[in-house]
């Protein structure tokens, strides 16, 4: 164990010349949230024969049940793998750092052939899609082989005190509100076309029915209007271009107290 509750398994492969690879996921999981709007007990596991309702199934310990499954399952069938493998499951991907950073400094002691690299690292990606395209019925399997960055960006607003019955205008969350709507009214600008994304789209064209097999199949000459339907759905619209969403907000203590400060 790495951290208290972070694991790292390495199965050792018959020959050590071959780099080994590292698969990660994690097991904690974001909050519940609302139980009232939780169909089953989020921790129950319940299972409805298609589906299992519970928090974390996706993100991420079905990826964790997967891979050890997978695991038991290839040894009893095969036996020792040729390569070497490891396993990283991590305790505080939501809230911390450690278990990875302590996977990763271990890690990087190991001898690990010419150049001391893996051979790849497959990390938790996007699910099996379903309908991910207008007249797409076939279910696509995307396979993740770039990563966005991630900033956090704090707004504060701070004025001085005052009663609602005199206020002043705008107020702290009046000003606040504004930049909000500002930001998430201004979209980046679009990069379809020189990331990966091009590659996708070639690789479903042929599953496609007309007036959309057409377009993706001259996305020189209707590239534009391709990224205008793109832009239609959250999941296509983060594939050509940053992206922003307000997710915390909180201003004022009482209702007939201007708020000091609002973020």
Known sequence: ???????????????????PFLLSAHFDVVPTGNLSRWKYPPFDGHSDGQFIYARGTLDDK????????????????????????????????????AGAMGIAKYLSKQPFGHDGQFEFVLDEGTIILEEAFPTLHNPIAIIGVAEKGYMTIEYSISLPPGHSSMPTAPTAIGILARAVDKLES???????????????????????????????????L???????????????NALQ????AVTLISGGEKENILPTSAS
């Open 62 to 97: 079905g990826s964790v049940f997967t891979m050890m499954e997978a695991l038991k399952e290839y040894l009893n069938v095969h036996g020792q793998p040729s390569r070497t493998f490891y396993i990283g499951l991590t305790h505080d991907e939501e809230v911390g750092r």
């Open 241 to 244: 271009r940053t992206t922003s």
């Open 222 to 236: 209707f590239g534009y209007l391709i990224q205008l339907a793109l832009a239609q759905k959250p999941g296509t």
């Open 1 to 19: 164990d790495i951290a208290e509750y972070s694991l790292l398994y390495e199965i050792r492969g018959k020959n050590s010349n071959l780099k």
């Open 186 to 220: 201004t979209l980046q600008p679009s990069q379809f076309g020189r990331g990966p994304e091009i590659s996708l789209l070639h690789s479903i064209t042929p599953y496609l029915k007309f007036p959309l097999r057409l377009a993706l199949s001259n996305i020189w």
